[in-house]
């Protein structure tokens, strides 16, 4: 905070007409060269050193440096092309580590320019830093470039900074004009001065005044160009070379420019992106962002797929795609909010070891009460008129996420605005929307999830996709007729006879968000592409039972998504060409007629008699191959289906992204003289995560029976005690873990079973489901959900069990002679040992092993 205690520029006559500098002033200098900027650093500093000050250099330039090496002056060197968050928390912390009292000299805040292309973050960071700078009893000295930053940045700069002050030659001469001098005035301190000798002297007669500032300001004033942000000046000048130059290497060169800055930074990516985007879709892409900055990973996902497709020479695809109108907010605006709602310090403090985890909960709370800058309000405005009423999705769209190695899968959020009322209402939906999928990048499995695959100290700006909903209106519904996920390289394979490599498709009707999500009671259609028919189940009963009962869509009258069951909008006539979906369940209908009940249709979503005609499947994995080819690596796509009048498929891509995948890279040969006696459990199918050969040192086991005893409230605690072990086997070395519980592990409905969330099994080596018929706990092979998704990246081993099927073998009696050191480990969960038993496997280690090829897996004492 600013003390009475005075301090020097170095110039004594500099001192008298600023009436000297106090102790928390930040001065800015508006220069012409670096030349000029250094003219007035080297007497500051000097004079610093003099008085016994501690004098601290913040290197992050191009340009030569200010300061010569000196035993003196300690130098900080930064990379700003690391990205804001780096960038801005390295200077915090190294703030913080110097403490008050320090004297700083920055570089050129102009330079940042060249690595972040907007100086609405050049206003970002001087508005963060300079007042932790004024809180340190600290003076430093910035700079900015004449006519490099438009005028709301030097505005915003002004009202932050205590000291501003214009600095040219007229005439051979330098000059210096204050504009601003925080809490001191004098009759001359805001007039231009000389300098003269030592002193600078105001100009003041009219004539000399008049002279000076009328030449200079016509010297100095901005083009209308000069008035935007970088960002506006580079696309315009992107623009320019579009429609004049014939130039390849000139366009190859802006090409890679603007990727660099709006596409992204990670290396696979980038060549992708410079290979399938030429600078005319570069700038269409801009048109449709609002603020600065990347558009991230889901985003660009899909414009790949998009690009990748419309441009194939081995197929037309113009037929079969539906073309995107999406628009993008990009990543600059999330660190935006968070300094326009003064989160910045919350935000220092979750970059911390201690409050990684800590703060994030507080910071999380309060992103959901902020509210946006006036021009992001103008750009949501405007994306709502060109959208009018049709439904909206805001989706996650971080600068990590679906990237090669990391697909963040269902670790931030996306939410759909119905986008009905009065455009004052649908903007306030929309901003809260935004807010929402804000605040989910503190989440504690998102976090978790960072932390475990190194990304904790990586940039992470949440940008968001938003998307015109694919579908149509049903009378008072909205939603597209098919929706699910693909994958190029299916390694859910359920069947030795299957090719992996044909791909699979996780197929609902209605919103996707049915094949994305583990949903309770309902089952998506997998479709192996090579064996479109063939079920991981078998029978008609259980086609029956893993089937799906309801469809999630849109009301538009009471505008929010419903969940409504397949019967319900049979009754209420909703056009849907049941036949091509679905087969009449006559078994059913019999029932409900002999229960006295009106007679009426009860269809059974199977989806045979799509794929009874190769043409879909067969389109299905040509885009799924096309993608695969493009990426050079199995990808991971969601999409939506839209029929013609004429029957023709309409493909919404609306997300493409690298498949993480394990196979039978492993080779694995399970003994074939195991003693039955030493096999814990042995099945036929229903694992993955490829070829396994793992020894298990720790088991934790739910008891089906004690777990379907207790009240909700006590199985979300099991869940929590889960999760307090996982910790526990965090802290241990060399501990593989099985954890083995009844029904879905992850469901939101305690009833279908433990309702852990991902950062809860974090550190397991394999996660078994295990069928309780009679308690109705029921494994769900939910391939290619999210769920799943996490499980193939964490390396965790899944495995479902149905001990009553033949070709399924559990060894209770093995399992409850077993000691159980739930009490040891965690004593405050004593109360809970007749549900979890954890143990140490006695003497040998278990042997978990699983082939892909033979299908077959058993655990068994080695």
């Not at 935006?336 to 990684?356: A, C, D, P």
């Not at 929402?436 to 475990?452: C, G, H, N």
């Amino acid at each position: 905070m600013q003390s009475a205690e005075r301090a020097s520029t170095g110039y004594k006559g500099l001192d008298g007409v600023l009436d000297g500098l106090r102790i928390g002033d930040n001065v800015v200098l508006k220069v012409d060269s670096i030349e000029d900027y250094r003219y007035f650093v080297g007497p500051f500093v000097d004079q610093a050193l003099v008085d016994g000050k501690k004098v601290v250099y913040m290197r992050f330039g191009d340009h030569p440096p200010l300061l010569e090496p000196s035993p003196h002056i300690t130098v900080y060197t930064f990379d700003p092309r690391e990205g804001f968050e780096s960038f801005a928390t390295r200077i915090h912390r190294t703030i913080t580590e110097e403490g008050e009292g320090t004297f700083y000299v920055f570089d050129s805040l102009s330079e940042l320019l060249s690595a972040w292309a907007t100086d609405y973050m050049v206003g970002n960071f001087f508005r963060v830093t300079c007042p932790y700078l004024f809180e340190l009893d600290t003076v430093a000295y910035f700079a900015v470039i004449r006519k490099h930053h438009s005028v709301r940045t030097i505005e915003r700069i002004r009202e932050t900074t205590q000291v501003l002050i214009d600095v040219f030659k007229f005439e051979g001469q330098l000059h210096i004009h204050p504009l601003k001098v925080w809490q001191r005035s004098s009759p001359t301190m805001f007039l231009p001065h000389r300098k003269q000798a030592e002193e600078f002297v105001p100009l003041a007669n009219s004539f000399e005044a008049t002279h000076l500032l009328s030449s200079v300001s016509t010297h100095q004033q901005d083009s209308t160009s000069r008035q935007l942000d970088h960002w506006h000046r580079l696309f315009l000048q992107a623009e320019q070379i579009h429609e004049e130059s014939e130039n390849d290497i000139e366009l190859s060169h802006m090409v890679k420019h603007i990727c660099r800055h709006m596409i992204g930074r990670e290396d696979r990516i980038l060549d992708l992106s410079m290979k399938h985007f030429s600078l005319r879709d570069l700038l269409n892409i801009k048109s449709r962002v609002i603020g600065t900055g990347f558009i991230g990973g889901k985003a660009l996902g899909m414009l790949l797929a998009q690009n990748i497709l419309k441009n194939s020479d081995e197929f037309d695809w113009s037929e079969h795609l539906e073309t995107h109108d999406s628009f993008f907010v990009g990543s600059n605006v999330y660190y935006s909010y968070i300094v326009h709602n003064g989160l910045w310090r919350l935000f220092m403090q979750q970059k911390t070891q201690e409050g990684y985890f800590r703060a994030a909960g507080e910071l999380r709370k309060e992103m959901l009460l902020g509210n946006f800058p006036d021009s992001i309000r103008d750009g949501f405005r405007k994306l709502l008129d060109y959208y009018g009423q049709y439904p909206i999705i805001i989706r996650s769209s971080s600068l990590l996420e679906d990237g090669f190695g990391n697909a963040f899968a269902g670790k931030y959020e996306s939410y759909f605005c119905v986008n009905q009322g009065s455009p004052e209402e649908r903007l306030a939906q929309l901003e809260e929307a935004v807010r929402k999928v804000f605040a989910s990048a503190m989440s504690e499995d998102a976090l978790t999830y960072r932390l475990q695959r190194g990304l904790d100290r990586q940039d992470e700006q949440m940008a968001l996709l938003i998307q015109r909903v694919s579908g149509a209106y049903r009378q008072q519904y909205y939603f597209p007729e098919l929706a699910g996920v693909g994958v190029s390289y299916n390694t859910f394979v359920w069947d030795k006879k299957m090719d992996p490599q044909a791909g699979m498709l996780r197929l609902v009707l209605g919103l996707g968000t049915r094949a994305v999500d583990r949903t309770e009671g309902d089952y998506p259609r997998i479709v192996a592409l090579d064996a479109p028919l063939k079920r991981p189940h078998k029978g008609f009963e259980d086609t029956r039972k893993f089937s799906q009962r309801d469809v999630d869509l849109l009301n538009i009258n009471e505008n929010r998504m419903e969940t409504v069951s397949l019967l319900s909008l049979t009754r209420q006539g909703i056009d849907i060409p049941w036949r091509k979906y679905a087969v009449l369940d006559r078994e059913t209908m019999a029932l409900i007629e002999s229960r006295g009940k009106e007679k009426q249709d009860v269809w059974l979503l199977t989806f045979d008699q799509l794929f009874a005609d190769s043409s879909f499947q067969g389109l299905m994995q040509r885009m799924l191959k096309a993608l695969e080819k493009a990426y050079r690596y199995p990808v991971d796509v969601e999409f939506t289906v839209n029929f013609s009048a004429e029957g023709v498929p309409k493909i919404n891509v609306v997300q493409c992204r690298p498949l993480q995948t394990k196979g039978a890279e492993v080779d694995v040969s399970i003994p074939s003289d195991i003693d039955e006696e030493q096999v814990f459990f042995r099945s036929e199918g229903n694992f993955m995560g490829g070829n396994i050969a793992q020894p298990i040192k720790w088991v934790i086991w739910v008891e089906p029976a004690e777990y379907s005893r207790l009240p909700i409230s006590e199985k979300h605690e099991i869940a929590r005690l889960v999760g307090r072990l996982n910790k526990r086997i965090a802290d241990k070395v060399d501990s593989p873990t099985l954890l083995l519980g009844p029904g879905r592990w992850g469901t939101s409905t305690p009833a279908m079973g433990v309702p852990i969330t991902f950062s809860e099994i974090s550190n397991l080596t394999a996660l078994a489901e295990v069928a309780f018929t009679s308690g109705n706990l029921m494994p769900e092979l939910s391939f290619g959900s999210h769920f799943f998704q996490d499980l193939v990246e964490a390396e965790i081993f899944y495995l479902a069990l149905f001990p009553e099927a033949a070709d399924c073998f559990l060894n209770k009696d093995w399992l409850q002679k077993q000691p159980n050191a739930l009490e040891a480990l965690l004593p405050t969960s004593a109360r809970y040992k007749k549900v979890v038993k954890v143990f140490r496997v006695p003497d040998q280690n278990l042997q978990l092993m699983a082939d892909v090829v033979s299908q077959q897996m058993v655990c068994y004492q080695s």
